[in-house]
C-alpha cells in the first residue's frame, strides 16, 4: 500500500492542541503511543526486577531493613509487575508514575532504595520529555509517516 496525498494529512489538521491531550494517530500513520508504551511496560519490568534483586542484598549486607519495610518494597515491586500489564490503558502512565513517587518514599525503608527509586524516576522523567516531544511532532505532522513517503522509503541503497 503506497500514501497518497488523500491519505496523508495536512500538518496538525485534526489533531488537538497542545495542552488538550494526546493526538491520535491519523489514518495511514502507524500508531506511535504503541512503542511508547512498549517502553514504559518494559521499564516497570526492569523496576521489577532491580528492586526484588537488591532487595535480599539489602536485607543481608546493607545494615538490615524491618520486615514491615521489606514487605512495603515487596508489594511496591509486585504492583510495578502488574503497573506493566495496564499501560494501554489511559491511567496506566498515572499508575507508573505514583508507583515511581512511592519507591521514592522508600527512602525512609532504606537509602538505597530510595536512590534507586529516584534513578528509576529519572529515566520516567525522561520517558515523559519523549512523550510529549512525540506529541509535539505528530500535532506539527513531522512524523515520519505523516511526511508522505511511502512505505519502504528511503529505497535500500542498491548493492554494486
Known amino acids: 500500500m503506497t500514501v497518497t496525498d488523500e491519505q496523508t494529512p495536512e500538518p496538525g489538521k485534526g489533531l488537538p492542541?497542545?495542552?488538550?491531550?494526546l493526538p491520535e494517530a491519523p489514518?495511514?500513520?502507524?500508531?506511535?503511543?504503541k512503542g511508547l508504551r512498549g517502553i514504559m511496560a518494559g521499564t516497570l519490568v526492569l523496576e521489577f526486577i532491580t528492586f526484588l534483586l537488591a532487595l535480599p542484598v539489602v536485607w543481608r549486607f546493607g545494615g538490615?531493613?524491618?520486615?514491615?519495610?521489606?514487605?512495603i518494597v515487596a508489594v511496591l515491586s509486585v504492583l510495578m509487575?502488574?503497573?506493566?500489564?495496564?499501560?494501554r490503558r489511559?491511567?496506566?502512565?498515572?499508575?507508573?508514575?505514583?508507583?515511581q513517587v512511592a519507591m521514592m518514599a522508600c527512602y525512609f525503608v532504606h537509602p538505597s532504595v530510595g536512590?534507586?527509586?529516584?534513578?528509576?524516576?529519572?529515566?520516567?522523567?525522561?520517558?515523559?520529555y519523549l512523550r510529549n516531544d512525540v506529541a509535539r511532532r505528530m500535532r506539527e505532522g513531522q512524523l515520519y509517516d505523516q511526511l508522505g513517503h511511502p512505505p519502504g522509503y528511503p529505497p535500500e541503497e542498491q548493492a554494486d
Not at 489514518?27 to 503511543?33: A, L
Not at 509487575?81 to 499501560?87: C, G, I, P, R, T
Not at 489511559?90 to 508507583?99: K, M, R, T
Not at 536512590?115 to 515523559?128: C, P, Q, R, S
Request: hydrophobic share 60%; aromatic share 14%.
Open 115 to 128: 536512590i534507586m527509586g529516584a534513578i528509576f524516576a529519572a529515566i520516567w522523567g525522561y520517558i515523559l
Open 90 to 99: 489511559p491511567w496506566g502512565l498515572g499508575v507508573a508514575l505514583a508507583l
Open 64 to 71: 538490615g531493613v524491618s520486615g514491615a519495610g521489606f514487605a
Open 27 to 33: 489514518p495511514g500513520v502507524r500508531d506511535p503511543w
Open 17 to 21: 492542541e497542545p495542552g488538550k491531550g
Open 81 to 87: 509487575l502488574v503497573a506493566a500489564f495496564v499501560q
